[in-house]
């Protein structure tokens, strides 16, 4: 620091010089003398002029783990001088709008809920077309993202047109996928529990190992399906179609509901 800067004592001296009233000529030629007579600089003696009545504020706290922060700045807060906490919010306030955050965040907050319907009927729209742009392929095609979107914005999959496709792996729990179309498609190791797959055909259909606990296979078509280890817990499997399902065991039928009415291989009928 200068040696010629005066001190903080100094200032205040200097500062009760200054005409406080109404008249603010008299109060900017009362700042620029004092300014000359300390020789400093007009805008920095103006700046620290305004600072004369402002309360300090404490020190903000520190806390060691991340988890206490909004109890120890709660406490902090609540303990301080009424002036204080009235310094620190128009402090706070003043900043936040001349920086134009707070119209920003309002705008733009109110602008991302008004605007979500519409972005998700985006979405919708474009997830259905990759899968029916992907209807002529064997691959997955971006099937298996799209889908399990859609299915858990709770869109109705009913319908569904995916012959021959690779939907290994796929989430689609309490999906609503009656009528859908999937005679060959590679839907192993996935997970339609829960799913209603009423009416559903998955002739030659991959579905060993895929979960279809729960789920509801009314008068399915799964003829040829290779249902190896699949799980049929409380599926229901009224009037569905099983001739010619593969590694399929009395033991996993036995654990289905409605497996009596279900149509199956004269052989597996014997043994059931």
């Given amino acids: 620091m200068n040696k010629d800067t005066p001190n903080i004592e100094e200032l205040r001296e200097s500062f009760a010089r200054v005409y406080d009233g109404p008249d603010r000529l008299q109060r900017e030629y009362d700042l620029v003398c004092e300014a000359k007579r300390l020789n400093m600089e007009i805008d920095i003696y103006r700046r620290l002029y305004d600072l004369r009545s402002e309360e300090p504020i404490d020190p903000y706290p520190k806390t060691k783990n991340w988890w206490n922060i909004h109890t120890t ?61 992907a209807l002529s392929q064997n691959g997955s095609g971006g099937r298996i993202q799209a889908l399990q979107d859609l299915n858990k914005d709770g869109v ?30 590679w839907i192993n190791k996935a997970n339609l529990k829960g799913s209603n797959l009423n009416g559903a055909r998955f002739q030659d259909a991959n579905l060993s190992e895929t979960d279809l606990s729960g789920a509801s296979l009314i008068g399915a078509k799964l003829i040829g399906a290779n249902l190896n280890r699949a799980n049929l817990k409380s599926t229901d499997l009224n009037y569905a179609d099983l001739k010619g399902a593969k590694n399929l ?17 004269q052989e597996l009928r014997d043994r059931l």
């Fill in 156 to 185: 109705s999959l009913q319908g569904l047109k995916a012959p021959g496709a690779n939907l290994e792996g796929i989430e689609l729990e309490k999906a609503q996928l009656g009528g859908a179309i999937l005679q060959g498609a």
């Fill in 73 to 133: 700045w709660a406490k902090w807060a609540l303990h301080l001088p009424t002036k204080k906490k009235w310094a620190l919010l128009r402090k706070g306030s003043v900043k936040l709008l001349q920086s134009g955050i707070v119209i920003t965040v309002v705008i733009g907050l109110g602008r991302y809920v008004w605007e979500a319907p519409k972005r998700q009927k985006q979405a919708h729209y474009q997830a259905w077309t990759v899968i029916n742009s």
């Fill in 249 to 265: 065991t009395p033991e996993q039928v036995k654990t289905a509901k409605n497996w009596e009415t279900a149509h199956y291989d």
